[in-house]
T-cell receptor, first 111, second 112 residues
Framework: SQQGEEDPQALSIQEGENATMNCSYK?????LQWYRQNSGRGLVHLIL?????REKHSGRLRVTLDTSKKSSSLLITASRAADTASYFC???????????FGKGTRLSVIA | NAGVTQTPKFQVLKTGQSMTLQCAQD?????MYWYRQDPGMGLRLIYY???????DKGEVPNGYNVSRLNKREFSLRLESAAPSQTSVYFC???????????FGEGSRLTVL
């Protein structure tokens, strides 16, 4: 089964800096999604980008998708301590098949 | 709306004991999923139900059974728990077979 692989595994930055996380996957997709997980909590959906889209914005989040390279990136601008969490990409190939998650990037934002 | 509700939140079992994790959603979603999360492994799919009346195996189904009781409820059963099943279990749902997932808060299971 295809799987997103996030890079880096862990990232530590200062408050106010930008954070960039990358995701690579193996086969064709219908869409790619990013989720956030605070410690001890369930995952929360952040943003979905379809295979025919190249870039999408939501507040301080910017997601890009390059289907030729089978990769996506999540940029969080002007990070805050409250952004400290794990971030997961998930691929959806459509056709009623389940999402497949990567192993996540653990982001620490230091105040 | 409560969203996706999982019970229990915490459970400790002895090897060989059985238990059922319950999941209910109040969003009228067709598809429901059970994932397990282990350190360094991300989320792995155990079983899913694309619609009421259907269930399918995911990546790691061994040692588990599921029941889609009705459109709202999807339970996960461990018939004979093993230490390797110590994990955090997440139930999720979505309106149909594509789109964003809505997750419960997780059930933390320890098997001694």
């Amino acid at each position: 089964s295809q799987q997103g692989e996030e890079d880096p595994q862990a990232l530590s930055i200062q408050e106010g800096e930008n954070a960039t996380m990358n995701c690579s996957y193996k086969t064709s997709i219908n869409n790619l999604q990013w989720y956030r997980q605070n410690s001890g909590r369930g995952l929360v959906h952040l943003i979905l980008i379809r295979s025919n889209e190249r870039e999408k914005h939501s507040g301080r989040l910017r997601v890009t998708l390059d289907t030729s390279k089978k990769s996506s990136s999540l940029l969080i601008t002007a990070s805050r301590a409250a952004d400290t969490a794990s971030y997961f990409c998930a691929t959806d190939d459509g056709g009623n098949t389940p999402l497949v998650f990567g192993k996540g990037t653990r982001l620490s934002v230091i105040a | 709306n409560a969203g996706v509700t999982q019970t229990p939140k915490f459970q400790v079992l002895k090897t060989g004991q059985s238990m059922t994790l319950q999941c209910a959603q109040d969003m009228n979603h067709n598809s429901m999923y059970w994932y397990r999360q282990d350190p360094g492994m991300g989320l792995r799919l155990i079983y899913y139900s694309a619609s009421e009346g259907t269930t399918d195996k995911g990546e790691v189904p061994n040692g588990y059974n599921v029941s889609r009781l009705n459109k709202r409820e999807f339970s996960l059963r461990l018939e004979s728990a093993a230490p390797s099943q110590t994990s955090v279990y997440f139930c999720a749902s979505r309106p149909q077979g594509t789109g964003e997932l809505f997750f419960g808060e997780g059930s933390r299971l320890t098997v001694l």
